[in-house]
């Protein structure tokens, strides 16, 4: 396709070369997406914060932690990724039960000059209730609802049902809510609850829960 274009005479601009490279990289052909790279840079190309979060993403498929930090920090040629190539490495770290880097990641992002959105607030979320981190999840929840974002319904029902699980009905208090709050407790939620709580050992402190939560 790139050779095509050439004998075209259409102009190879970054988004095309970002496009080679992350489905070279992909494929699974590094030093092909490396040479690609190297061909941009000697035609002129200057790269933007895309070619930043493909170099990111390659670096955490290798497990090459230090390299995907070090394009967070210094960019490419002074470009900087955006929060897209956070979202990667973050998603990274919670994958490989790294939470606690992932959650130290997070926090610094504003001092980074780069605002989490929706995705980031959702992959912390997702990997800090995957790990069992439920009092840390809950203040990532609490964050969420109160900036408007609204958490996947799959992982709230599991997080809520995990909460039962265990018996922690303080925290499942804030919890719900929180979520009463921001109009985020949905009937599965509330099914999950219900059904649940009734299973429980503690039933004394379920149904001082779910009478608060009803008088509320």
């Given amino acids: 396709l790139k050779d095509e274009m050439v004998r075209n005479n259409l102009r190879l601009d970054v988004v095309v070369y970002n496009t080679l ?53 210094d960019g490419v040629e002074g470009v900087k990724p955006d929060v897209f190539g956070y979202n990667v490495v973050i998603g990274w770290l919670c994958k490989e039960g790294k939470w606690r880097e992932a959650d130290d990641l997070f926090r610094d992002m504003p001092r980074r000059q780069c605002v989490p959105d929706v995705v980031t607030y959702r992959t912390v979320f997702d990997g800090l209730c995957q790990w069992m981190q439920f009092e840390e999840a809950g203040l990532v929840l609490e964050e969420m609802v109160f900036k408007g974002y609204v958490p996947c319904s799959s992982s709230l029902n599991e997080f809520v049902g995990r909460l039962c699980q265990e018996g922690d009905f303080e925290l499942l208090g804030k919890v719900l809510s929180g979520l009463g709050g921001g109009f985020f407790c949905n009937e599965n939620v509330w099914k999950t609850v219900v059904s649940l709580v009734c299973k429980s050992e503690k039933l004394s402190g379920a149904f001082e829960l779910l009478d608060a939560l009803v008088l509320a």
């Fill in 21 to 73: 490279t992350s489905a070279v990289f992909k494929a699974g052909k590094k030093g092909l997406g490396y040479r690609i790279l190297e061909e941009m840079k000697s035609g002129g190309v200057k790269p933007d914060a895309v070619t930043c979060n493909v170099l990111i993403g390659e670096f955490c498929r290798e497990g090459n932690l230090v390299e995907a930090y070090r394009v967070l920090d």
